[in-house]
């Protein structure tokens, strides 16, 4: 399946989320009544938001929005436990989303991402950065895949009932037809691990995690250390509200399908801050998938 | 210049942050409740002494189109309170309290270190709070207070925040003199300095009020500060200081 | 009539050129889109919570803004040690070139402004906020999804003793044309003034 692009917002999985919000067999355009008969357009949002336009906010901004929501959770919580898991839950919904975004983020060859008209010659060059995985899902697959059949996936993926005007679509600028073939999932454990220390963190917080550690005690324990922790780093001795983090990296990896828990530990030394260290323990069919496939 | 103590002082009066520098005075420090009287006192000394000035004021702004008269223009005085060695949280014997010479190698150091994490302003950027003069909100009110003991330096926010920083010496170091027996111009010309250091010092504790109190979910305003992460960065530019 | 005539041209160019700079140089910096997506997590969450009441989520999104903005005044006179303004047009001036460029990159346009001058419109052309938004049916009449906005934008007033009315007019969300937010001045808390500003 590796093959076939699949669009973030209308995964299997996604639909399957109870919200109360939209139909997602239908998308996001409301059809108001009088509307009705009107012909479908599907709404630039999904294909826009795939860009990344690098744009920027204070830091300030995220420290105050973030003040304001711990304390918010902080008065509706009877316990610290309860306080932490839905700190968690509010960092879950964004690592799930990251996901998928990431993943046909990172497979847009690096040189398109300027807004230029000339994407397709550029077409022929593999995304780079599939290189660094693991590979064996992919090898036998064809290595490009004409822009016809992209648009084609494109449209069963947002599952439109009517044919995308083609003109619309060149207008609107859709990622989707700026990538060859989809950056193969991340199958591995130290893949993925890699991909959330590069990749995720660079586009969280402008720069890789500080490292990336494997206990030597326990199989299934690893580290991402964070010397920076942007996020909490103005608030005193409370490791708690890292577990915002935490719901991140948690919510990122148990949508890949390594679930897991996280949590937050200071790596305090001698009262010098030292950053976090999120400490990540995957189940134990993660481990036990993983000596199936790749032991030895 | 060494701070000896800051305090913090609330819009209605009340001391919010209190601590003292100088290990020395310990043996005859006032407990918190001379602080909490100390502060109230302050800001009603503060208010009288706005009554107080509106003659001066005149003065001043009848000289307004003079540059040089411009009080409450202060200029910026490069890297007061920062860290000039290699990113260690220590100290480094600076030239007094002049702050205006820094050779080219510290410059450069601290550039090279830009991204060090221990050099990092919080959510300012760069390796100072601020670059630009500014100008002081505190037109009328008690900005400097002289004794042979101490001086106080008050620097007061539009919100009203006043923070206050006692100094144990009356003229900077960097003069290298201990007493009062130089020409008076000479005096003004230092005190003046003095003040403009202070304001500078005491914007920067303002900025990191704004950072690791005001962004700290735990705070609630106008109590008590009781956030480690302040009190380590102003120990720091505290120390930077000496 | 054309606000720009109301302030001196070169006193408008200087606000935008202070606010340009302490954004480039003096501001750390996050990727706006983890903002949105916090944003967003806070207020469907508030939706769940409060049961697809908005005029609730709407109050609450407010009194967030409010804890916000009397805490991010203090951030942002450390950071642009700007002087008091002596009038509205002044103060919608520093409100749009400095303090929306600070924080959040973007400079509303203002207008629509009262005949007496206590009372201007902003006009948001893009909204970090709300990137990426569209609001479910039932929510496009009620729900302010940016309520948040005006609630920091009250609070920050209220603390340099400018009592103001902050709400939303329009909202593109809401398929309206634009994005207005009205701002009217009730009084200056002249009490309030900290002694020794005069």
Same mark, same amino acid.
């Given at each position: 399946?590796t093959d076939?692009?699949?669009?973030?917002?209308t995964?299997e999985e996604? @639909? *399957?989320?109870?919200?109360t919000?939209y139909?997602?067999?239908?998308?996001p355009k409301?059809?108001?009544?009088?509307?009705?008969?009107s012909?479908?357009?599907? $709404?630039?949002l999904?294909? #826009?938001s795939?860009v990344?336009?690098?744009?920027?906010?204070?830091?300030?901004?995220m420290?105050?929005?973030?003040k304001?929501?711990i304390?918010?959770?902080?008065?509706n919580?009877?316990s610290?436990s #309860?306080?932490?898991?839905?700190?968690l839950?509010?960092g879950?919904?964004?690592?799930?989303?990251?996901l998928e975004?990431?993943?046909?983020?990172a497979?847009?060859p690096?040189?398109?991402y300027?807004?230029s008209?000339t994407?397709?010659s550029?077409?022929?060059s593999n995304p %780079?950065?599939?290189n660094?995985v693991n590979?064996?899902s992919?090898?036998?697959?064809?290595?490009?895949?004409?822009l016809?059949?992209?648009?084609?996936?494109?449209n069963v !993926?947002?599952?439109?009932s009517t044919?995308i005007?083609?003109?619309n679509? /060149?207008?609107?600028? @859709?990622?989707?037809?700026l990538v @060859?073939?989809m950056?193969?999932?991340?199958?591995?454990i130290?893949?993925?691990?890699?991909f959330?220390?590069?990749?995720?963190?660079?586009?969280?917080?402008?720069s890789?995690?500080?490292d990336l550690?494997?206990?030597s005690e326990?199989e299934?324990?690893?580290?991402i250390?964070?010397h920076?922790?942007?996020?909490?780093?103005?608030?005193s001795?409370?490791?708690s509200?890292?577990?915002f983090?935490?719901?991140?990296i948690?919510?990122?990896?148990?949508?890949?399908?390594?679930?897991?828990?996280?949590t937050?530990? %200071?790596n305090?030394?001698?009262g010098i801050?030292?950053g976090v260290i999120?400490?990540i323990?995957?189940?134990?069919?993660v481990?036990?998938?993983?000596n199936l496939?790749?032991g030895? | 210049?060494a701070?000896?103590s800051l305090?913090?002082i609330n819009?209605? !009066?009340?001391?919010i942050?209190?601590?003292?520098?100088?290990?020395?005075?310990?043996?005859?420090?006032?407990? $918190?409740?001379?602080?909490?009287?100390?502060a109230s006192?302050?800001?009603?000394?503060?208010?009288?002494?706005?009554q107080?000035t509106?003659k001066a004021?005149?003065?001043n702004?009848?000289?307004?189109?003079?540059p040089?008269n411009?009080?409450?223009?202060i200029p910026?005085?490069?890297?007061v !309170?920062?860290s000039t060695?290699?990113?260690?949280d220590? +100290?480094?014997?600076r030239n007094?309290?002049?702050g205006?010479s820094r050779n080219?190698?510290?410059?450069s150091t601290n550039s090279?270190n830009k991204?060090?994490?221990l050099?990092?302003?919080?959510?300012?950027?760069?390796?100072d +709070?601020?670059k /630009?003069?500014?100008?002081?909100?505190?037109?009328?009110?008690?900005?400097q207070l002289?004794t042979?003991?101490?001086?106080?330096?008050?620097?007061?926010?539009?919100?009203?925040?006043?923070f206050?920083?006692? $100094?144990s010496?009356?003229?900077?170091?960097?003069q290298g003199?201990?007493?009062?027996t130089q020409v008076?111009s000479t005096i003004e010309?230092?005190?003046?300095?003095?003040?403009?250091?202070?304001?500078n010092?005491l914007r920067?504790? +303002?900025?990191i009020?704004?950072?690791y109190?005001?962004?700290?979910?735990f705070?609630?305003?106008?109590?008590?500060?009781?956030?480690e992460?302040?009190?380590?960065?102003?120990?720091?530019?505290?120390d *930077?200081?000496? | 009539m054309?606000?720009s005539e109301?302030?001196?041209?070169?006193?408008?160019r200087s606000?935008k050129?202070t !606010?340009?700079e302490?954004?480039?140089?003096?501001?750390?910096?996050i990727?706006?889109e983890l903002?949105?997506?916090? +944003?967003g997590a806070?207020?469907s969450?508030l939706?769940t919570?409060?049961q697809?009441?908005?005029n609730?989520?709407?109050?609450q999104l407010f009194?967030?803004g409010?804890?916000?903005g009397v805490r991010?005044i /203090?951030?942002?006179l450390a950071?642009?040690a700007?002087?008091?303004c002596?009038d509205?047009i002044r103060?919608s001036?520093?409100?749009?070139?400095?303090?929306?460029?600070?924080?959040l990159?973007?400079?509303?346009?203002?207008?629509n402004?009262?005949p007496?001058?206590d009372?201007f419109s902003?006009?948001?052309?893009?909204?970090?906020? %709300? #990137?990426?938004?569209e609001l479910?049916?039932d929510?496009?009449?009620q729900?302010?999804y940016?309520?948040?906005?005006c609630g920091?934008?009250r609070g920050a007033l209220?603390?340099?003793?400018?009592d103001c009315d902050v709400?939303f007019?329009?909202d593109?969300l809401?398929?309206?044309p634009q994005? /207005?937010?009205?701002?009217?001045?009730?009084?200056?808390?002249?009490d309030e003034?900290?002694i020794g500003?005069?």
């Amino acid at each position: 399946m590796t093959d076939k692009l699949i669009l973030p917002s209308t995964s299997e999985e996604q @639909s *399957n989320v109870s919200t109360t919000g939209y139909e997602y067999s239908i998308g996001p355009k409301q059809s108001l009544p009088n509307e009705a008969n009107s012909p479908y357009i599907p $709404s630039k949002l999904y294909s #826009e938001s795939l860009v990344y336009k690098k744009q920027q906010v204070a830091l300030s901004s995220m420290a105050f929005l973030f003040k304001e929501m711990i304390s918010q959770i902080y008065n509706n919580s009877k316990s610290s436990s #309860e306080f932490e898991s839905k700190l968690l839950n509010y960092g879950s919904s964004i690592g799930l989303r990251l996901l998928e975004l990431l993943n046909i983020r990172a497979s847009v060859p690096s040189n398109t991402y300027s807004r230029s008209s000339t994407f397709l010659s550029s077409n022929a060059s593999n995304p %780079s950065s599939s290189n660094n995985v693991n590979s064996i899902s992919n090898t036998s697959n064809p290595n490009s895949t004409n822009l016809n059949d992209i648009s084609n996936a494109t449209n069963v !993926g947002i599952n439109s009932s009517t044919n995308i005007n083609d003109k619309n679509y /060149e207008s609107s600028e @859709s990622l989707a037809s700026l990538v @060859s073939h989809m950056r193969c999932r991340d199958l591995k454990i130290i893949d993925i691990l890699q991909f959330m220390h590069g990749t995720v963190w660079t586009y969280l917080f402008g720069s890789p995690s500080n490292d990336l550690v494997k206990s030597s005690e326990r199989e299934n324990e690893y580290m991402i250390v964070d010397h920076e922790h942007m996020l909490t780093q103005f608030i005193s001795n409370n490791n708690s509200c890292d577990y915002f983090v935490c719901g991140i990296i948690q919510g990122f990896l148990t949508k890949a399908d390594f679930p897991c828990t996280v949590t937050p530990h %200071s790596n305090n030394e001698n009262g010098i801050d030292g950053g976090v260290i999120y400490l990540i323990k995957f189940d134990k069919q993660v481990l036990e998938r993983e000596n199936l496939r790749y032991g030895s | 210049m060494a701070i000896q103590s800051l305090l913090v002082i609330n819009k209605s !009066g009340g001391l919010i942050y209190h601590r003292n520098f100088d290990n020395d005075s310990k043996n005859n420090s006032l407990n $918190s409740n001379d602080y909490l009287i100390l502060a109230s006192t302050l800001h009603s000394v503060f208010a009288i002494a706005s009554q107080l000035t509106p003659k001066a004021i005149q003065i001043n702004q009848n000289n307004v189109n003079n540059p040089n008269n411009l009080d409450y223009k202060i200029p910026y005085i490069p890297y007061v !309170g920062m860290s000039t060695g290699n990113g260690s949280d220590n +100290y480094n014997s600076r030239n007094g309290g002049d702050g205006y010479s820094r050779n080219d190698s510290t410059n450069s150091t601290n550039s090279s270190n830009k991204n060090s994490k221990l050099n990092k302003l919080g959510s300012f950027k760069g390796d100072d +709070y601020f670059k /630009e003069p500014f100008v002081s909100w505190n037109k009328s009110g008690l900005r400097q207070l002289s004794t042979d003991q101490f001086t106080m330096f008050i620097y007061q926010t539009m919100t009203g925040l006043k923070f206050l920083a006692i $100094s144990s010496s009356v003229v900077p170091h960097s003069q290298g003199i201990s007493d009062n027996t130089q020409v008076p111009s000479t005096i003004e010309k230092s005190s003046n300095l003095q003040v403009q250091i202070a304001d500078n010092f005491l914007r920067k504790v +303002y900025c990191i009020y704004s950072d690791y109190v005001m962004k700290d979910p735990f705070y609630s305003l106008e109590m008590p500060i009781k956030s480690e992460l302040f009190d380590r960065k102003v120990k720091q530019m505290v120390d *930077n200081l000496l | 009539m054309a606000t720009s005539e109301k302030l001196s041209a070169s006193q408008s160019r200087s606000l935008k050129i202070t !606010g340009e700079e302490i954004w480039k140089n003096k501001t750390e910096k996050i990727n706006a889109e983890l903002f949105t997506m916090t +944003y967003g997590a806070i207020v469907s969450q508030l939706c769940t919570d409060f049961q697809r009441d908005y005029n609730k989520v709407n109050d609450q999104l407010f009194s967030m803004g409010y804890n916000i903005g009397v805490r991010l005044i /203090e951030d942002f006179l450390a950071r642009t040690a700007l002087p008091r303004c002596e009038d509205m047009i002044r103060t919608s001036e520093v409100i749009t070139k400095c303090a929306f460029k600070i924080f959040l990159n973007i400079t509303p346009q203002v207008t629509n402004w009262s005949p007496s001058n206590d009372a201007f419109s902003l006009i948001l052309l893009e909204n970090p906020l %709300s #990137e990426f938004v569209e609001l479910p049916m039932d929510a496009t009449k009620q729900l302010w999804y940016s309520n948040i906005l005006c609630g920091v934008l009250r609070g920050a007033l209220e603390m340099v003793q400018l009592d103001c009315d902050v709400h939303f007019v329009s909202d593109i969300l809401r398929n309206e044309p634009q994005t /207005e937010i009205r701002i009217k001045l009730n009084k200056v808390l002249k009490d309030e003034i900290p002694i020794g500003e005069d």
